[in-house]
């Protein structure tokens, strides 16, 4: 008998059907013998659904607000769940963030986890009840609704889990694992076995979004034995692992791609000391992320500094960028936001030559043009236009041969 925490994302409950059959597979599970906690998402669609619907009442919504909104979403499923679990006999209950103690910080729209108070679950697994828990949502300190930022039912779950030192964390999805890329744009994506880790935590902050970045940041500290699955099929899925393998790595293991950032540079600017303080400084204190900078020196003893930002700070940053080249005397600023970022991750970078040279080749035969680099020991990141995003993926999916896999113990494609 084991403690197992199992997620279903949107589309796993995405109509009566759907709920239908997790309750079918949460009471087998519960039947053979195991302590089990249920964290759902809001139906598919829905969270957007909200989002749209609160921007029509106010332009500027209200943070606090809305997140009482979306938390409403992830209510509806663990209750029609429950009466599900209950139909077939399978005593359970529903919870929503607040009421198992799910305490967050006070950033509405991306709060994270401080803590989870146990008491409640254990009582309820000990009268061998199912737990159903609403994913995405806590509380502050204030008892005000928080939720913790798209795909945060993953983060409620990996977060459950270590809370309950759970036996093993599943995430239930609509792909049957993670694939060497998004199998929705690379169709001859391969499932990988297992990931380590830190690849995956690579993946996912570089746009991968099977798993919020959390959940793998939380699973890599309080090592949860984590393991994605498919809701539709039975097969293996894929398992984070916290070694770095002993088998011969591919150079590269995945491929991901980001179309959420914008990307501003403001030219023609004194190339003294101080100028990326000066410049940064006041997009930071307006807490807006700024995630690539490039900053190169021209022949005239002036400069020019490009950053990329997430899309929906592009505004506010091109505005804040406006009034630091006033008091600058800059040039002038230009900013776009048809860009996209894609990235060639993998742990076996750190022993091969040569692989930037081959992902700049194979973009170049292509002829999509590369507007920013960046790396890390296990990354290489490069910003495109926008319209060659898919087409780049493609590229570096075939270029590094991750059809064909090189990686021991990996199988072939089953789903799509
Ligand atoms: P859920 O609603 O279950 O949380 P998500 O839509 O958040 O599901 O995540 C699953 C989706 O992630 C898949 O449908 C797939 O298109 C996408 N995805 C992107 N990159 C990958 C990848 N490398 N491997 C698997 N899925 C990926
Ligand atoms: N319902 C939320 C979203 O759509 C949280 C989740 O699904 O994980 O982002
Ligand atoms: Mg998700």
């Given at each position: 008998?084991a403690?197992i925490?199992?997620?279903y994302?949107?589309?796993?409950?995405?109509?009566?059907?759907r709920i239908?059959?997790?309750?079918d597979?949460?009471?087998?599970?519960r039947?053979?013998?195991h302590?089990?906690?249920v964290?759902v998402?809001?139906?598919?669609?829905?969270t957007?659904r909200?989002?749209?619907?609160?921007?029509?009442?106010?332009p500027?919504?209200p943070?606090?607000?809305l997140d009482?909104l979306?938390?409403t979403?992830?209510?509806?499923?663990?209750?029609?769940?429950?009466?599900?679990l209950h139909r077939?006999?399978?005593?359970?209950?529903?919870y929503t963030g607040?009421?198992v103690?799910i305490?967050?910080?006070a950033?509405h729209?991306?709060?994270?986890?401080?803590d989870?108070?146990?008491a409640r679950?254990?009582?309820?697994?000990?009268?061998?009840?199912v737990?159903?828990v609403?994913?995405?949502?806590?509380v502050?300190e204030?008892q005000?609704i928080?939720?913790?930022g798209r795909?945060?039912?993953?983060t409620t779950?990996?977060?459950?889990?270590a809370?309950l030192?759970?036996?093993e964390?599943?995430?239930?999805?609509d792909?049957?694992?993670?694939?060497?890329?998004?199998?929705?744009?690379?169709p001859?994506?391969r499932r990988l076995?297992?990931?380590?880790?830190e690849?995956?935590?690579?993946?996912?902050s570089l746009g991968?979004?099977?798993?919020q970045i959390r959940?793998v940041?939380?699973?890599?500290?309080y090592?949860v034995?984590?393991?994605?699955?498919?809701s539709?099929?039975?097969?293996?899925g894929?398992l984070?692992?916290?070694?770095?393998?002993?088998?011969e790595q591919?150079?590269?293991?995945g491929i991901?791609?980001?179309?959420d950032?914008?990307?501003?540079t403001?030219?023609?600017i004194?190339d003294e000391?101080?100028?990326?303080?000066?410049?940064?400084?006041p997009i930071s204190?307006?807490?807006?992320n700024?995630?690539m900078?490039?900053?190169n020196?021209?022949?005239?003893g002036?400069?020019?500094?490009?950053f990329t930002?997430?899309?929906?700070?592009?505004p506010?940053?091109?505005?804040?960028?406006k009034?630091?080249?006033?008091?600058l005397?800059?040039?002038d600023v230009v900013?776009?936001d048809?860009i996209?970022k894609?990235s060639?991750?993998?742990?076996?970078?750190?022993s091969?030559a040569?692989?930037a040279?081959?992902?700049f080749?194979s973009?170049?035969?292509?002829g999509i043009?590369i507007?920013?680099i960046?790396?890390?020991?296990?990354?290489?990141?490069?910003?495109?236009d926008?319209?060659?995003m898919e087409l780049?993926?493609r590229t570096?999916?075939k270029?590094?041969?991750l059809?064909?896999?090189?990686?021991?113990g990996d199988t072939p494609p089953s789903?799509g």
């Open positions: 008998m403690l925490v199992e997620k994302g949107g589309t796993s409950v995405g109509d009566v059907e239908n059959a997790v309750a597979k949460v009471a087998g599970a039947a053979e013998g302590e089990m906690v964290v998402s809001a139906m598919s669609g829905e957007n909200l989002t749209e619907l609160a921007a029509e009442v106010n500027e919504v943070a606090r607000e009482v979306l938390a979403g992830e209510q509806v499923t663990i209750a029609l769940l429950t009466m599900a077939r006999g399978c005593d359970a209950r529903s607040g009421q103690h305490r967050t910080d950033v729209g991306r709060a994270r986890i401080l989870i108070e146990d679950v254990r009582h309820d697994l000990c009268q061998g009840r737990v159903v609403a994913g995405f949502q806590g502050d204030a005000n928080t939720t913790l795909g945060g039912s993953d779950a990996v977060a459950m889990a809370a030192k759970a036996d964390c599943r995430i239930y999805t792909v049957d694992g993670v694939y060497t890329a998004d199998p929705r744009i690379v001859e994506a076995d297992s990931i380590t880790v690849e995956m935590l690579e993946m996912a991968t979004k099977v798993l959940s940041e939380f699973a890599g500290k090592r034995p984590l393991r994605v699955l498919s539709f099929g039975s097969g293996p894929t984070i692992t916290f070694e770095e393998p002993l088998m591919p150079m590269i293991s991901a791609y980001n179309r950032e914008a990307k501003l403001i030219r023609g004194p000391p101080g100028i990326a303080y000066r410049i940064l400084g204190d307006a807490h807006i700024v995630d900078i490039v900053q020196v021209g022949a005239d002036t400069t020019d500094l490009t930002v997430h899309r929906n700070d592009y506010q940053s091109l505005s804040i960028l009034q630091t080249a006033e008091v005397s800059a040039r900013g776009a048809d996209a894609v060639i991750v993998g742990v076996g970078m750190r091969h040569g692989i040279t081959t992902m080749r973009l170049a035969e292509e043009n507007q920013m960046s790396t890390s020991e296990i990354k290489i990141s490069v910003v495109v926008d319209k060659y780049g993926v570096l999916h270029a590094f041969g059809e064909n896999g090189t990686k021991h789903a």
